[in-house]
């Protein structure tokens, strides 16, 4: 099981921004693509955005397209997901995991197990 520390949430009014942090313990996250997940309340899990191992390639949900960014930091053994413009359906409990693939892609399924998350409240 790959361990991870999701952190940076908080309460931010509509409009606003943060920045979550997703940062792998125990294992080096340099060789796997890793996403965001969030869920809502009363909703399921969903994938918001992911990025290749290489940090080449992201791909993003429509939902959040144009305000959200994913990038890395692998010195930091950190993936973070740049939260700008912030609505109120953003407002869930986020989630990171990771794949390991042989090729360089952004593709991020989901796990089995998932770690504690970092809750994002945005509301005025």
């Known amino acids: 099981q790959l361990l991870f520390v999701e952190s940076g949430g908080g309460s931010v009014q509509p409009g606003g921004s943060l920045r979550l942090s997703c940062a792998a313990s125990?294992?080096?996250?340099?060789?796997?693509?890793v996403g965001w997940f969030r869920q809502a309340p009363g909703k399921e899990r969903e994938g918001i955005s992911c990025?290749?191992?290489?940090?080449?390639?992201?791909n993003i949900a429509d939902s959040v397209k144009g305000r959200f960014t994913i990038f890395r930091d692998d010195a930091k053994n950190t993936v973070y997901l740049q939260m700008n413009n912030v609505k109120p359906e953003d407002t869930g409990v986020y989630y990171c995991?990771?794949?390991?693939?042989?090729?360089?892609?952004?593709?991020?399924?989901?796990?089995?197990?998932w770690g504690k998350g970092t809750l994002v409240t945005v509301s005025s």
């Open positions: 995991a990771a794949k390991q693939w042989s090729i360089d892609i952004a593709v991020c399924p989901g796990v089995d197990e």
């Open positions: 125990g294992f080096t996250m340099r060789t796997y693509a």
């Open positions: 990025i290749s191992s290489t940090g080449s390639r992201t």
